[in-house]
Every structure is written in structure tokens, then in C-alpha cells.
């Protein structure tokens, strides 16, 4: 198992960025971040509305509590 300790400081460094950046969706400022150079529209202009969709059907798939 991969150490999850690995989780909240990578959350919190993007929070820290996401927020002195709103204007990006999360999707957006991830692609930007990693700089790929790969094109993939439905990740960078997927809402956080939608997002939130997935991540709750993720949770169900998972018996997530």
C-alpha cells in the first residue's frame, strides 16, 4: 500500500495555489501544473459541479463511508 501519508501535503499545497488562483477549475490547474503537453478538453473543462458527481458515484463504487 502506498504511504497515505502522501495525500494531505499534496492537498494542501493545491488548495494553497487553487486559492491564489480561482479562476482555474481543478482540472484546468492540475494540466497546468504538470505541463504534459498533452490536449485533454474533457478533464480541463470539466466543472467542479461535475466533479463532485463523479467523485460521489466513485464513493458508492467504493463502499466509501
Known amino acids: ?11 494542501e499545497k493545491i488548495e494553497k495555489i487553487w486559492m491564489e488562483n480561482p479562476d482555474f477549475r481543478l482540472g484546468q490547474l492540475i494540466m497546468v ?8 478538453p474533457k478533464l480541463f473543462y470539466l466543472e467542479e459541479s461535475e466533479l463532485l458527481k463523479k467523485l460521489d ?8 463511508k
Open 1 to 11: 500500500m502506498r504511504d497515505p501519508k502522501r495525500i494531505k501535503p499534496l492537498l
Open 33 to 40: 501544473i504538470a505541463r504534459t503537453g498533452e490536449h485533454n
Open 57 to 64: 458515484e466513485f464513493e458508492k463504487t467504493q463502499n466509501i
